[in-house]
């Protein structure tokens, strides 16, 4: 079986449904608070999991209730937590007010997530046993940059692929993209990774933004666009490929990029080419996005199956 390690950040969402965004200064009376399991490394581990990788996950959480939530929901999708350290600081926390139109606006305390340090990384990664072991490793950066960027080094050193999505997002070293494949981003995240913004000519030309990550480094990069689906860049290849969207009704997109990369990850560890995953990714965000929540929202594989095959 395809084996994927998730070095990332774990969070309890509290979610609130409003009727739309408050202003400056403006209070707005919401729903009942739901606490759900979160967290962009913890989502794409669980979302590995779910779609057939054996998984591993890599991260922090305090010694609190929200903690063991967390920890207990990892297992309950199959995730192995052997590698979620427990720390002195307050578990992760994501504020999420929920729109109608199934959009959210996010604030994030990092919390435990901060002492993800480089050691900690080595002592969970089993001496490099764990990279060895795996046949894809996923990052993302809710985690101090360092320990994920050495965390793609370690993985990169012993051979196996490294799936970066850079979210949130920041410049990349040209060494660090060098060992992307691929580098995973939506619109806005690719123009920061560049260094550009909506004024350049190309800020809105995806495959030749696609393209551009590449020649700056990632040996392969994958562009979402939400409902318009995602654009695929390969090195030496001669044209960047589109993967179309699912028409589905959004609930709630919170965790649906996640969810993509997760399923993307299993896919690759699986052997499958980035055309491929990316079209299945693409299903397993549409089915997350009808439900409310992250991890909760994510189906297994045998559903997304289903889903396909309905879809025609």
Known sequence: MSKVVVVGSANADLVVRVP?????????????VQVLPGGKGANQAAAAARSGATTRFIGCVGDDANGAFLREQLELAGVDTGGLGQVERPTGTAIILLTPDGENSIVVSPGANHELSVERV??????????ADGDAVVISLEIPHPTAFHAARRAAEAGVRVILNAAPSTRLAAELLEVLDPLIVNEHEALEVLGLDERDPEAFDYPRLAARLCEAGARSAVITLGADGAVIAERGAAAATRVPAYAVQAVDTTGAGDAFVGAVAAELAAGRSLVDAVRFA???????????GAQVSYADRREVEAFIAAAG
């Open 20 to 32: 739309r965004r408050p202003g400056g200064g403006e209070t707005l009376l919401g729903g009942d």
């Open 122 to 131: 080595d002592r969970a990664g089993r001496g490099g046993e764990a990279w």
């Open 282 to 292: 693409t299903a397993v965000s549409a089915v997350s996005v009808q439900r409310v």
